[in-house]
Each structure stands twice: as structure tokens, then as C-alpha cells.
């Protein structure tokens, strides 16, 4: 079992910056690891994830970079120019080579305009 905790959400101004962390209880060297965000209202969808390489959403291309600290058991999702519509809850997830999932409860990002 792994849990991931999500935290560095809040309140931003449009066109502001946030850096969300995603702290694992154990070690996430062999995981691909991502971030998703769900809209009230729409469903859950992906930010970007990294593994052996780093994979963007079109939106997020450009704006937000994916990191990790395999050391620290954390992966970071720095978000720039931020927009309204980036408002939503904030997911972190792990994918296991044995290809079990495990989700943390989320952070909430809102962005006013």
C-alpha cells in the first residue's frame, strides 16, 4: 500500500505560479507517477506524468513542468500562468510496475480571474 498526500494548492491570481508536492509514504523509484485534476463537473483528466520520461496534457504543455525527487519519495508539478480554467481539485497518482494505482485525496487549486 502507498499513500500519497497532495498539498501546495490555494488561491491564485490569474497569470500566478504554484507548486504542488506529492509526498509517497515509501519509495516511488520504479513508479510512474502523474498528476490530474478534476473540474466540478467534469471528469477526472490527466496533467502529466513521469516515468522514463515526462508526458504533458496539450493545456499544460508550455506552463507546467513535472518533477520528481526519488530521494525524497516526492514528485512536484510547478503551474505557471496560471488560468481560471486550471481551477480544480489536484490528484496525484502512482502507477507500480505490477500495475497496481494508488491516488491521494487531493489539493485544491483555485484561480481567480
Known amino acids: 500500500q502507498v499513500r500519497l498526500v497532495e498539498s501546495g494548492g490555494g488561491l491564485v491570481q490569474a497569470g500566478g505560479s504554484l507548486r504542488l508536492s506529492c509526498a509517497a509514504s515509501?519509495?516511488?523509484?520504479?513508479?510512474?507517477m502523474g498528476w490530474y485534476r478534476q473540474a466540478p463537473g467534469k471528469e477526472r483528466e490527466l496533467v502529466a506524468s513521469?516515468?522514463?520520461?515526462?508526458n504533458y496534457a496539450s493545456f499544460a504543455e508550455g506552463r507546467f513542468t513535472i518533477s520528481r525527487d526519488d530521494a525524497k519519495n516526492t514528485v512536484y508539478l510547478r503551474m505557471n500562468s496560471l488560468k481560471p480554467e486550471d481551477t480544480g481539485v489536484y490528484y496525484c497518482?502512482?502507477?507500480?510496475?505490477?500495475?497496481?494505482?494508488?491516488w491521494g485525496r487531493g489539493t485544491q487549486v483555485t484561480v481567480s480571474s
Open positions: 513521469i516515468g522514463g520520461g515526462t
Open positions: 497518482n502512482a502507477i507500480t510496475p505490477w500495475l497496481a494505482r494508488y
Open positions: 515509501g519509495s516511488i523509484l520504479s513508479f510512474n
